[in-house]
């Protein structure tokens, strides 16, 4: 049985952000958000857009042994955990993470 749960952390430490600012990278003002999910096999149809995506920016990969069972996916995101301040994480649910304008 394979567990698909994921979770991908992206941190403003990731940039000169909080340096700049002298923040530590562990000081929530150093703000991170938390994508969770899990990663889901995609269908027939997905897997040759993703194909064309992944090898034109990668060519080399389209060379790799075939028998590692190589197999394309996406991250089905569940649930957003923003810690930008003091006090706790805030939880947004896709749907309002993707309907913010910018």
Known sequence: QVNSNASLTVSLAQTPYCRKHRYDP???LCA???FVGSIVKVNDSEAGVAKKALFSRH???ESWPKDHNWFFAK???TNI???D???GLK???PEEY???KP
């Open 26 to 28: 562990q000081n929530p």
């Open 32 to 34: 991170h958000i938390i």
């Open 59 to 61: 060519p080399e990969m």
């Open 75 to 77: 991250f089905n995101i």
């Open 81 to 83: 955990w923003v810690l």
């Open 85 to 87: 301040y003091f006090g």
């Open 91 to 93: 939880i947004v649910t």
């Open 98 to 100: 993707y309907s913010v």
